[in-house]
Structure formats: structure tokens, C-alpha cells
């Protein structure tokens, strides 16, 4: 695992292999090493940069809460300084989230990208979730009144542990702000930005970001083409890495006699 500091930050990262460069951008609450098997499959043939996205793994946070166009350009300016000014991006779930992002804003940069279980689309709200967000809102609203006094943030904290996701649940501070930031927008309105050539690989079993959300990508990605990973989870590429690796190795492939 190697170092780097960006604009303060400590970035771990492994780059391994030789090649065109693909940048590997895991999802919320991994790491560089939570996507070995892709970096095995891949880097015989190509140079792979795997980042720990600020945060997480061995690199420090933000230093304020981050959004999806935050991490993005921080991505952005880490890879180029590691000499790489266009890549191939491979981004699960939250990394699915930043590859989308500069897709649509940083054309130049993306040469393809490979969206595996991406998130970016909000789901439905449904009654029951409005429901619960609301008395959620009002809650905490009750516990910043002053006449609690210090019991107010102990109290903010228990109901939080009580009702928010395990992802919410497993951070504080900023990294749970930057949570909160990342997960309330929705990146619909920037797939049909896309111009790269976008490969879509989703688990038939995802119950995290459903095959739906591929198929509705599939749809607004000019050219894209979603693969169904069959009785494969939220992490596709764990469940089926051989199947995903190969099909990963197919579209670079591709993508490169196009270009030649």
C-alpha cells in the first residue's frame, strides 16, 4: 500500500500492474483491499490504481462534510498526479456514485467506465419511509431544545444508533455529514451527460440498489449495456468474480479495438 498527501489529505492507495491505467473506486465503508478480486483479474493487463477514498481505510477524512462532486474532484486530482490524465473507472456502489459524476463533468479524463451495483438513483419514497423520516426530523428538532441541556447530544446520538441505516450507523462526525450529503442527490439527471462507453454489471439479488436501477441507467447511458450477474448480491464482483472479471476484461477489450 502506497501514500500520498492531496491538498492535506493522506491517500492510500495500491497501484499494481502495467498497462492503460483503470482507477478502482470502492463503495461506502470499504477500501482499496474490499476489491482484490478485481485488482487480481485485471492487473495482468493493465495498470490498477485503487484508492481508499478519504475516510476510509487508511486515509484521513475531509476536513468538512464531502458530497459526491467533493470526492470527485479529489479523485480527479489524485489520479492525475499519480501521472494518469485518462483512465478507465470501475466504481461500486458510493465509487459507482463518483465515476457517474465525472463521466458527466470530466469527459476528458474517463476514457470508459464499469458501474458495478452503482448507487446515484434515490429510490421511491414510499409512505412508511416518509413517515419515518418525518418523526425522525421532529425528534431531533425536540432534542436541540436548550432545556435538555448537555443530555440533548447523547440523546441526538441514541436515537440515530436507533433508527439510521448500519452504514449511517458505523460513522460520526463528518464522514456521517458527508453520508448525508452523498446519499441525498440524485445523479439521474446526469446519465444522459455520459459520452464514455459504459459498461453496467448488477447481482440479480441486489437489495441495496435493485436491478432496477441498472435498467434505468441502461436506459438514459447512451450505448450502455447492463449485465445481470445471476444469483449475485449487492457485491457482484465478490459474489461472481470470475464471471465479472471476465466480462470486465471483454469490454476493455472492446472498447480498445474501437479506439484502434
Known sequence: MSRTIIDGITLAYVDEGS???IVLLHGWGGQAASMMPLIIGLRDKYRIVALDLPGFGGSSPPPVPWGTAEYASFVEKAVAS?????????????????????????P???????????????PPITLRRRIRQSFYKAVKAVLRLRILGPRGPALQERLAMRLGSADYRAVSGVMRASMVKTINLDLTSLLGAIQAPTLLLWGEKDAETPVADGRKMERLIRGSRLIVVSGAGHFSYLDSPDFVNSVVLAFLQGTRDQVL
Open 19 to 21: 498497462g492503460d491505467p
Open 82 to 106: 499519480l501521472g494518469i490524465q485518462r483512465a478507465t473507472y470501475v466504481g461500486h456502489s458510493f465509487g459507482g456514485r463518483i465515476a457517474i459524476w465525472l463521466g458527466a463533468h470530466a
Open 108 to 122: 476528458r479524463a474517463v476514457q470508459s467506465l464499469v458501474l458495478i451495483d452503482a448507487a446515484g438513483i434515490r
